[in-house]
């Protein structure tokens, strides 16, 4: 068994590391500084320049595959360097990917919709979650009745991310009751924001401002579905399953970076005469932390290599996402602690990632749905206890 990265590996991970620490993270403070005035911590331009920097390093379209001029990496070199990103609050991602699901378009909608999201001139938002269904997926209710060449649509979508900055939504409708959403009941949709969908921001405790979506007979052509009909909710839980190593990946990196903040304190911050750090009670809340740190890294890990596997990273995934959004939480409060007053202050950004990072436990399936499908699938005898090497 080798724990260890290839030199190549090493290389992409180092310089996609030393891209965050020497073009991102300098904007900290002025992002700090915007945010803290209501405003965006980096204007659409500002990200697109970024981008664009990065890009001339190499990283672009990291899951992107090459024929549409990505990088192709694995899924363990795609979660190493989310893990870099994940070091800065400035809510930076590299250029050139699009939502995984859209590469089940054909060709036309290829065109249309996969490609200007892959180069960053069109915006896309992807809506499943409504107001009467969130873990609940399956009891969605928004309506696409045929109508001649068209679908009709109508219903609400909630706390859709970049819901009101996307150019088009790729909405999960019913489109046949009897059928029932698990029996093929659904498709996904490709809708234009000018086809006459309105969006509505809703605000949070952190720096995300997801949208609720309203559809009022909004027409969309039949040319527009992705996919085949009665797909949705198979490409629906596609979408959400990326998500579920990337998000822990990214977790990782903040909470290493603030363990680093709070190791530095200790071994400076006087009390009583000696350092905070000589104490054991902070010992105990630092040694805790690296180790629940390790522990999400390798689950995580082993999530994306099941990925590279091809192997079902359901259930590997869901272990990551469910721990490795506790630790990030666990060890962001200790942190905090560990700062005392300071750690609570505006001066610092430990209180942005606290609050930033209670969102990992909520989306994209909450803890409780993480240990549903955990339980149920060792309940149910799909999975062996000990995964792969049991
Ligand atoms: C900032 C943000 C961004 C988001 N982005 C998107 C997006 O881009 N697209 C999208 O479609 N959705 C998005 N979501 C929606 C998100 O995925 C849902 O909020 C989430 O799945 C939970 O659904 P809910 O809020 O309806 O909670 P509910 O399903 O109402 O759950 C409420 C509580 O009950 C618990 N619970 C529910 N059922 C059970 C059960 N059977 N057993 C035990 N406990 C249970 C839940 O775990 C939770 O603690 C986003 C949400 C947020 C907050």
């Given at each position: 068994m080798d724990f260890s990265l290839s030199d190549e590996e090493r290389a992409i991970r180092d310089t996609a590391r030393q891209f965050i620490a020497k073009e991102v993270m300098p904007l900290e403070a002025e992002v700090l500084r915007r945010e803290r005035k209501g405003q965006k911590g980096l204007e659409r331009g500002e990200l697109v320049e970024l981008r664009q920097k990065a890009k001339k390093f190499g990283y672009w379209g990291l899951g992107t595959p090459e024929q549409y001029g990505g990088m192709e990496l694995p899924a363990l070199m795609q979660s190493l360097i989310w893990t870099e990103v994940g070091?800065?609050?400035?809510p930076f991602s590299f250029g050139g990917e699009a939502d995984n699901i859209l590469y089940y378009a054909n060709e036309e909608q290829k065109r249309e919709f996969l490609l200007p999201t892959i180069e960053g001139d069109r915006i896309s938002c992807f809506a499943i979650t409504e107001p009467g269904a969130?873990?609940?997926?399956?009891?969605?209710?928004?309506s696409a009745r045929q109508d001649g060449d068209d679908w009709v649509l109508n219903g609400e979508k909630t706390f859709i991310t970049n819901g009101n900055d996307a150019d088009f939504c790729i909405v999960v409708a019913v489109t046949d009751k009897e059928k029932g959403v698990r029996g093929g009941g659904t498709t996904a949709f490709l809708v234009d924001r000018s086809m006459g969908w309105r969006s509505e921001v809703i605000e949070t405790m952190g720096d995300a401002r997801p949208a609720s979506l309203i559809f009022d007979d909004v027409r969309v052509p039949a040319r527009n579905i992705l996919g085949e009909i009665g797909q949705g909710f198979e490409l629906g839980m596609k979408w959400i399953g990326r998500g579920r190593y990337l998000i822990p990946s990214a977790a990782l990196g903040s909470a290493e970076r603030a363990l680093g903040m709070a190791i530095e304190y200790a071994n400076t911050r006087e009390t009583f005469g000696r350092k905070i750090g000589e104490n054991q009670a902070i010992q105990w809340m630092i040694a805790d932390s690296e180790v629940e740190l390790e522990a999400a890294r390798w689950l995580i890990l082993r999530a994306a290599w099941t990925v590279d596997q091809d192997l079902d990273p359901r259930h590997a995934s869901s272990m990551a996402k469910l721990y490795g959004g506790g630790m990030v939480n666990r060890v962001i409060d200790r942190v905090m602690q560990i700062h005392g007053g300071m750690g609570y202050t505006r001066e610092l950004p430990i209180e942005r990632w606290y609050r930033a990072v209670r969102l990992i436990r909520i989306y994209e399936g909450t803890d409780e749905m993480q240990r549903l499908i955990i339980s149920r699938d060792l309940l149910r005898g799909y999975t062996k206890i000990g995964g792969h090497l049991a």
């Open positions: 070091r800065t609050y400035v969130g873990s609940d997926a399956a009891n969605i209710k928004l």
